[in-house]
């Protein structure tokens, strides 16, 4: 494709992305359903007019990365502790309950096969990570407690998507899963997850004390750039969705992230050659990172995050084909009406085991609802393999389409009508 005429398409999208979610915003309505929309309107579900690119495709990713990024920069560290159980068991819970029973009654009583069955059920476990977080920043809610517990288990329920997803495509593959496989994954993403911070803020004090050194602050928002490509390329290598290399990268910046070895940098050097023999000045990398280099960053990437998020859900639109569906099929709305009560049931249900009041329970349900480009991901691999028939394709994205749109409507409702009781 022409590269001039890849400008013109981004021009469109751009415009009618943020104009749409402007006026929806005003109207206090989330503003991401607008640029969704966008994309479903130009792309091949309704008028195809822009197809999705590589181009595109790349932005979107940065987006996307960009956004997390952001969200760690801002995340309240002591928060996401206090949370953290929760925030495990409402992930686990909230891939579980969708996974085994679409699993179960695609079996058993559908009389799917097995594969088509688990790749059903595989399809409605994941969280879009994007699109919940964005949401609740449209909506002012990042910063309360419900939020944080979102928050985690959304990263957490990234994570258990990947793995699910390598485990059934194996299984797809060769008929059998290797569980030494899974494990192995899930300890080389876990140790990314705990180490990735420490050695993002050792990096990200390294290029501050670069910038001292050369009396200029020009060259770091282009290696903070970098250094969060980096982490999201790393995440990758391990086996990882990239966004949590640069989620992990933005808690090492966080103003709350406070490495709990700053005490030995702060004990003087004397004292350690008398005991230890040893200069322990290179702990002054790992030291809470500098709050003028923070707020750099954040004058940086904001104004990133503003114009490349929103392609990012743009593409979730593009990439939906609602062409594909049937609308007069009797079968496609039986199918689709059994795995949506299943989609919904399985993650709002997640909400009700953990402690709380019911406001906080169904806010964390309803949130953990969009499945958006990680249903996508699922309904294609699907669709190449061969393990999705039409009729199944059209289902799974219909599904989607209806949890990405549904979320944010019933949260606004939901945020709205707890306001006003309060």
């Given at each position: 494709m022409n590269i001039h005429t890849i400008f013109l398409y981004l021009a469109i999208l751009l415009f009618l992305a943020k104009l749409l979610g402007s006026i929806l915003n005003k109207i206090k309505i989330p503003s991401v359903l607008g640029e969704i929309f966008v994309g479903i309107l130009l792309g091949q579900s309704i008028l195809n007019i822009v197809p999705m690119n590589e181009v595109i495709e790349t932005l979107a990713?940065?987006?996307?990365?960009?956004?997390?990024?952001q969200i760690g920069l801002e995340s309240d560290i002591k928060q996401l502790k206090k949370v953290g159980f929760s925030a495990f068991l409402v992930a686990c819970i909230g891939a579980t309950i969708p996974l085994?029973?679409?699993?179960?009654?695609?079996?058993?009583?559908?009389?799917?096969?097995?594969?088509?069955?688990?790749?059903?059920?595989?399809?409605?476990t994941a969280t879009s990570i994007g699109i919940t977080v964005r949401v609740l920043e449209d909506l002012g809610q990042m910063k309360e407690r419900f939020a944080q517990i979102v928050l985690g288990a959304a990263v957490l329920d990234d994570i258990l998507g990947v793995v699910v997803l390598a485990g059934l495509y194996e299984f797809a593959k060769e008929g059998a899963i290797e569980v030494?496989?899974?494990?192995?994954?899930?300890?080389?993403?876990?140790?990314?997850f705990i180490l990735s911070p420490f050695l993002a803020l050792f990096l990200g004090n390294l290029i501050h004390l670069l910038a001292r050194k050369l009396k200029t602050f020009d060259f770091v928002p282009a290696t903070i750039l970098s250094l969060i490509f980096l982490f999201a390329y790393l995440a990758h290598e391990?086996?990882?969705?990239?966004?949590?290399?640069?989620?992990?990268?933005?808690?090492?910046?966080?103003?709350?992230?406070?490495?709990?070895?700053?005490?030995?940098?702060?004990?003087?050097?004397?004292?350690?050659?008398?005991?230890?023999?040893?200069?322990?000045?290179?702990?002054?990398?790992?030291?809470?990172?500098?709050?003028?280099?923070?707020?750099?960053?954040?004058?940086?990437?904001?104004p990133l995050v503003s114009v490349l998020t929103p392609i990012f859900f743009i593409s979730v639109g593009l990439e939906m084909n609602l062409r594909a569906i049937?609308?007069?099929?009797?079968?496609?709305?039986?199918?689709?009406?059994l795995i949506l009560i299943i989609a919904i049931i399985g993650k709002v249900a997640s909400g009700f085991f953990i402690r709380g009041s019911f406001k906080e329970k169904i806010l964390i349900g309803f949130?953990?609802?969009?499945?958006?480009?990680?249903?996508?991901?699922?309904?294609?691999?699907?669709?190449?393999?061969?393990?999705?028939?039409?009729?199944?394709?059209?289902?799974?994205?219909?599904v989607v389409a209806i949890t990405t749109f549904l979320a944010p409507i019933i949260l606004k409702f939901l945020i709205k009508k707890s306001s006003s009781a309060d």
């Open positions: 990713e940065i987006g996307i990365i960009l956004l997390l990024f085994v029973v679409g699993a179960l009654v695609s079996y058993y009583w559908l009389d799917i096969s097995l594969i088509t069955s688990l790749f059903i059920g595989g399809a409605l030494e496989h899974l494990l192995r994954l899930i300890i080389y993403i876990v140790t990314f391990v086996g990882s969705p990239e966004i949590l290399g640069a989620f992990t990268a933005g808690l090492a910046f966080s103003e709350s992230f406070s490495p709990s070895f700053n005490i030995l940098y702060k004990i003087k050097p004397p004292e350690f050659f008398k005991v230890f023999k040893t200069d322990f000045s290179f702990l002054n990398f790992f030291a809470k990172f500098d709050e003028i280099m923070r707020k750099k960053i954040e004058e940086t990437i904001m049937d609308f007069g099929s009797f079968n496609f709305w039986y199918l689709t009406l949130s953990m609802l969009p499945r958006g480009e990680v249903g996508l991901i699922f309904a294609e691999i699907g669709r190449r393999a061969n393990i999705y028939n039409d009729l199944l394709y059209a289902v799974i994205i219909f």
